[in-house]
Structure formats: C-alpha cells, structure tokens
C-alpha cells in the first residue's frame, strides 16, 4: 500500500494524477481461511481490519455479496454521538468516539471526522426532563454532554426557530459537543484500503448461500455463489439480512428488519454548522460538506426488505423540519431511499456467540449503527480472536433475552438513535 | 404508501393501519411450565423472513377490528388478507427467499 501524504499529493499533482493505483485487491477466494466475515459493510470491514491489527490474524476473507459499503453504511445519515443512558450503552458508543478520534491517521485515509456537535431538542416537559437525566448519567459515565437554554441552543445553530409560537416549541437542548459526522463512504473504503493491506481478502459479489456444519453442530464452511470456503470460524456482520444469513445455519434471531429512510437536498453553501436531532418529530439533520441537507426520517412500522420504505414517513419529518427550521421549506430535495435495519426488542446491539460452536453474529445495532463503526468492529474482532467478548461488549450477548438482563435504550432514548 | 385491503371494509391507505408483527405466534399453554429459553423464543424471536410471511394488522382508523395478511417482505405485495382465527391460506406458500 502507497501511503498517503502530503508528499505524495504534490508529486501527483505534477504528474496529472496518473500514478494513482487500486486502493485493495480483487482476490479470488482461497479454499480456507481462518477467519471468514458475512458483510463487507463498515462493521465488517472494520472487523477485519482489527483482526489483522490488534490480534494478528491476518488469514481472513470478508465477503460482500454486492460491493463493499453499499448497504447500511452507504445509506445512513453520518451521524456520530455517544450520550446514551445505560452503562453499558455509554461505555460502548464511547470507545467508538475514542476511536473515530483518532480513526484518519490509523488507517491513512481521511474519513473527515468532523465534531461540530450533536444537538438533541427537547420539546415538552417529558423531553426536558429525559434529556437532563441524560446529560447527568453521562458526566457520570465520562461521556460529555449539556444542556442549553433555548437561547443557547439558538446561538450554537442560528437556523434555530424557538419562537414561542412554533409549532414545535424549543424548550432547551442536549449537546454533546464532541458529536458530529464522518463520510460514510470513506470509513468503508479507508477499513478496506488498510486491512487489505495487511493481507485480509475482500471478496465483492460473493453471496453466502449457506453456512455448513459438521456432525458435532460447529461450523465447517460457508457455502457462496462462488464456491465452497472452509473455516472454523464465522463472524456474521450482515446488519438488516442477519435473520436470512442466520436462518441458513439453522439459528432463529430476536431481530426484525424495517426500512428506515433518509433524503438529501440540493446542494447549498454553509448554512447549517452541526448536527440537530428532535426525536419527538422523528427527524435529524446536518449538512455534508458537499452542501447536501442530509435528512434522516423513521423507519415503516412492517418487517421490510425493500429498501425503499413509504413515502408519508419523510413527508412527516420534512414537515417538522420545516416548522423547526423555517428557511428550508423552499429546499428541494434530491433523493430518498431506504436502507434494511435489524432491530432488537431491546433497541441494543448483539455481539458475541451464538448456541453454533465457531459462529458469532454483530447485529442489532438498528436505526443507529453507524456511529458505533470502530468500536463495534474492535470489540467483535477480540470476540473473534479470543473465543471470549472484550470487557465492553460482554453485556450485549444473545443470552440476554434468555436471562432477561437487557439493555433497554428503546425507553431510555424514545425513537431516534 | 401501502394499500391494504381490510376484509370487512375493503382497500384503504395503509396510514389508516397498525401492524401488529408476525402472525400466528401462540401464547403458551402452560405459561407456568415454560423455562426460560421457550419464554425467550416466544418473547422475543421472530421469523423475519425475507419472503411471504403472515402478520397481523388492525384497521386503526377504519373499523378497528384485527386480521392477518399474508404479506411479501421483499416486495411489500400483499398476497391474502384473512379474518382472526382462520388458517393461513396456502397462497404463496412461504418458503424463504
């Protein structure tokens, strides 16, 4: 792998850009590897890359039955944030946000990690007080977050409308000033530039079609549309297909998939300096360093693998967008889709083993697993090398909804994460 | 949007609708006899297939009574609506994708 610097750039620059190569392999699949990742998403590759890193383990495929990056990760509004309620949450998406820190200069791409702030509006007296009983249990858990008065949260984002009068009136905010976004694109392409690098095969358009197992039940091999791959280890990362993928190795999920939406606008100059969430209208918002309004609605209320979710549902956020933030009503948008979210009872992550010897699953992370990118693929990489979870993911196992110690963010945070 | 056909009223907007997830899932007989992994699995696990799948829905803002669907995830077409308590019909099998 070239490394990229300033160096390099200039001389390109003299050369017409022409010196340029391929940013990773397209290898054929070998017969075996040690380790074999479902999902060449950003959990996925992120997956291997710390396999290779941290642990060592450097004999690994990921397959991706379309190209690298072009589901979830492709689809999700960019968001990055950490102030969940529970322990567990907090400690989680925090390692993560460590990570994203530091994230450009270890893998020698720039994933434009930009911290402009997450700021989450309260609208009611309910809100108000959820929202502070966030901000004081993340202080408590090291994870940064304040409240500001509705002409505080107007001076951090001037595009604010916290009229008395408004539709949705603004009654304070919680900011979490070490939030903010990071190129989606390039958190997929950086992981695979840099795992690849180590020798990690990332194999596109190939399908896992079913996952063998050997008379004592442990996995012997994935069967994909290009062949038989033989490993004793599976690591399922294939977000919103978890149920499909895991049904082939005969294993029932607490988990169901719904699309959840997300729209851009037309691209303008800087008008929007951070990101806003409201979950009590279901909408976020923040804008790409392209000049898109980058819109994020909610997901359809039946189990969806279409990717394309019912228009009412951003119709109902752009509404409230517009009465949040008046100026844009006369924005045009430019393109919607939907991307397939696997959702837990408990709105948490699972990550860990499953009742198949050698077959361990990353899911769960539903409407919001983007943020936790690093993190997630650093703590299911030492479940994978170990045989054991890290410290950080040990809660979030399947046999929780067995023993009924769950993590219950779907009351702690109502809608949004 | 949805077009969902309620069999007692007819084809209304799906906004009018309520799903209420997968279909057909029995409440234990002997809740008292249940360990905890079958208390889990009824709890908790679904089918999520990508495929035809029965689920139930209720017409919220019509005659606010239930009814199963039978309903093509990868697709979103509706093959059969059916009343509460009927079999599920044969069409479209169910086999997953």
Not at chain 1, 344 to 366: A, E, F, K, M, Q
């Amino acid at each position: 792998m070239r490394r990229f610097s300033f160096r390099t750039l200039i001389s390109e620059a003299f050369k017409g850009h022409k010196g340029w190569e391929r940013q990773w392999r397209a290898p054929e699949p070998k017969s075996s590897y040690e380790v074999v990742i479902v999902g060449g998403g950003g959990h996925g590759l992120a997956t291997a890359y710390y396999l290779a890193k941290e642990f060592g383990i450097r004999d690994v495929a990921v397959l991706e039955k379309g190209w690298i990056g072009g589901g979830n990760t492709g689809r999700n509004t960019t968001i990055i944030r950490s102030n969940y309620l529970y322990d567990e949450s907090a400690a989680l998406y925090n390692h993560a946000v460590k990570l994203w820190e530091g994230l450009s200069q270890d893998l020698n791409y720039n994933v434009m990690f930009s911290q402009r702030g997450v700021m989450m509006l309260a609208h009611n007296l309910h809100d108000v007080r959820s929202f502070r009983q966030h901000v004081y249990a993340n202080r408590l858990n090291g994870v940064d977050n304040e409240w500001l008065t509705p002409e505080q949260a107007k001076e951090f984002c001037p595009p604010l409308n916290i009229s008395r009068e408004a539709r949705y009136p603004v009654m304070g905010a919680a900011l979490q000033r070490r939030g903010g976004t990071a190129r989606h694109d390039a958190v997929a392409w950086g992981y695979a530039r840099a795992a690849d690098a180590m020798g990690v095969d990332i194999i596109q358009n190939c399908e896992v079609t079913g996952i063998r197992r050997g008379a004592d039940g442990a996995v012997e091999g994935v069967e994909t549309s290009r062949g038989f791959i033989a490993t004793r280890r599976v690591g399922v990362v294939a977000a919103g297909h978890t149920s499909v993928i895991m049904e082939r190795a005969g294993v029932r999920m607490p988990l169901e998939s719904f699309p959840l939406q997300a729209l851009v606008s037309e691209p303008v100059k800087p008008v929007f300096p951070c990101v806003v969430m409201s979950n009590a209208v279901h909408a976020y918002i923040s804008q790409s360093d392209k000049g898109e309004l980058v819109i994020g609605a909610g997901t359809d209320q039946y189990v969806s693998y279409s990717q394309q979710g019912g228009l009412h549902i951003a119709t109902h956020t752009l509404e409230a967008i517009c009465e949040i933030f008046p100026q844009f009503s006369r924005m045009r948008m430019l393109r919607n889709w939907g991307g397939i979210v696997d959702v837990t009872p408990d709105r948490s992550p699972i990550i860990g083993r499953t009742p198949v010897p050698g077959l361990y699953v990353n899911c769960g992370w539903g409407t919001g697993g983007f943020k936790a990118t690093p993190g997630s693929g650093h703590v299911f990489a030492h479940t994978l090398a170990k045989g054991e979870p890290h410290p950080i993911n040990a809660p979030f196992i399947l046999d929780r909804f067995r023993t009924g110690r769950l993590i219950d963010e779907a009351a702690a945070a109502a809608v949004a994460h | 949007m949805l077009l969902v056909t309620c069999p007692y009223c007819g084809p209304r907007p799906e906004i009018e609708f309520h799903c209420g997830g997968e279909a057909h899932i029995a409440r234990p007989a002997e809740p008292a006899g249940l360990d905890d992994q079958a208390w889990s699995e009824f709890l908790f696990v679904r089918t999520n297939r990508k495929g035809v799948q029965a689920e139930r829905w209720l017409h919220q803002h019509g005659c606010r009574r239930w009814f199963n669907a039978l309903r093509d995830t990868a697709s979103d077409r509706f093959l059969a609506t059916y009343e509460m308590g009927a079999p599920r019909p044969s069409a479209g099998g169910g086999e997953p994708r």
